[in-house]
């Protein structure tokens, strides 16, 4: 029987994923979010594919950018009346675009997490433990400390 919470090691699904994902999302992200959403998700794709680390940005960006919707909504004029109306999503357009956004790029973030799919482009110096592997440190002569503590040769 195979281990269902974890099908598929990281990183050893091929290209495919890679490619589904950053042509598929930002289709979905239009449907979804409109003009807003299709801009968040080709910056998400494009930022994704260019830098190596990008995953670890996307959720406090989203935070960050749900965190400025009220001050948006501030910006744009608070309301004079006790109830809502039907003008509200068109006077504050941009605390709703920040919303999308932020929305938008938090599904990024949880689509790459779920699919198990990491940066099309990773830094060489990152490994598996966030630095070099003891097999690389042993091969070049030095001491490596393995995670139990003990020093290997």
Same mark, same amino acid.
């Given at each position: 029987?195979?281990?269902?919470?974890?099908?598929?090691?990281?990183?050893?699904?091929?290209?495919?994923?890679?490619?589904?994902?950053?042509?598929?999302? #930002?289709? *979905?992200?239009?449907? /979804? =979010?409109?003009?807003?959403? $299709?801009?968040?998700? @080709?910056?998400?794709? !494009?930022?994704?594919?260019?830098?190596?680390?990008?995953?670890?940005?996307?959720?406090?960006?989203?935070?960050?950018?749900?965190?400025?919707?009220?001050?948006?909504?501030?910006?744009?004029?608070?309301?004079?009346? #006790?109830? *809502?109306?039907?003008? /509200? =999503?068109?006077?504050?357009? $941009?605390?709703?675009? @920040?919303?999308?956004? !932020?929305?938008?790029?938090?599904?990024?973030?949880?689509?790459?997490?779920?699919?198990?799919?990491?940066?099309?482009?990773?830094?060489?110096?990152?490994?598996?433990?966030?630095?070099?592997?003891?097999?690389?440190?042993?091969?070049?002569?030095?001491?490596?400390?393995?995670?139990?503590?003990?020093?290997?040769?």
């Amino acid at each position: 029987m195979t281990d269902q919470a974890n099908p598929l090691p990281p990183g050893k699904h091929g290209p495919g994923r890679v490619l589904v994902v950053s042509v598929a999302f #930002p289709a *979905v992200a239009f449907f /979804f =979010g409109s003009f807003i959403g $299709l801009v968040a998700a @080709l910056l998400a794709v !494009a930022a994704w594919w260019t830098t190596g680390r990008f995953e670890r940005v996307l959720w406090p960006v989203a935070v960050g950018l749900l965190a400025a919707a009220p001050f948006a909504t501030w910006a744009q004029g608070l309301l004079r009346t #006790p109830v *809502v109306g039907a003008d /509200f =999503g068109v006077r504050h357009w $941009l605390a709703t675009d @920040l919303v999308v956004a !932020a929305l938008t790029l938090a599904s990024f973030a949880a689509c790459t997490e779920l699919l198990r799919v990491g940066s099309p482009r990773k830094p060489a110096d990152r490994g598996d433990a966030g630095g070099a592997s003891s097999e690389t440190a042993a091969a070049a002569g030095g001491q490596a400390t393995l995670q139990t503590g003990r020093e290997g040769r």
